[in-house]
């Protein structure tokens, strides 16, 4: 049964970093494209990064050039770091993995969740 634990989330001003970590257990790791997504206040939960097996990634277009995606397949877990932050970017973050990159595109129709991390972006 696939897990995942999130962390790393925190209150922040705006134009600050963060750096969050999702370890994630009960698949083989390495063979999995793993990502990233957000729910902010009132709104559904949605993509906001994703990085293959391969090491190719694919980001939210206000993502772009502010997040960075990693993994460390030794250690079962994806990163994103997180810089010049605004409080759009506010909401709970959560991890996930499958082996369909096309199924990353749909939380909607993800199943399994972690319990996710709160980022808060305010002044």
């Known amino acids: 049964q696939v897990q995942f634990v999130e962390s790393g989330g925190a209150l922040v001003q705006p134009g600050g970093s963060l750096r969050l970590s999702c370890e994630i257990s009960?698949?083989?790791?390495?063979?999995?494209?793993v990502g990233w997504y957000r729910q902010g206040p009132g709104k559904q939960r949605g993509f906001v990064a994703l990085?293959?097996?391969?090491?190719?990634?694919d980001y939210l277009s206000s993502a772009k050039g502010r997040f960075t995606i990693s993994r460390d397949n030794a250690k079962n877990t994806v990163y994103l770091q997180m810089n010049s932050l605004e409080p759009e970017d506010t909401g709970v973050y959560y991890c996930?993995?499958?082996?369909?990159?096309?199924?990353?595109?749909?939380?909607?129709?993800?199943?399994?969740w972690g319990q996710g991390t709160q980022v808060t972006v305010s002044s």
């Open positions: 990085i293959t097996r391969f090491g190719n990634t």
């Open positions: 009960g698949i083989d790791f390495s063979l999995y494209t």
């Open positions: 996930n993995a499958q082996e369909q990159i096309t199924r990353m595109y749909a939380p909607d129709g993800l199943n399994a």
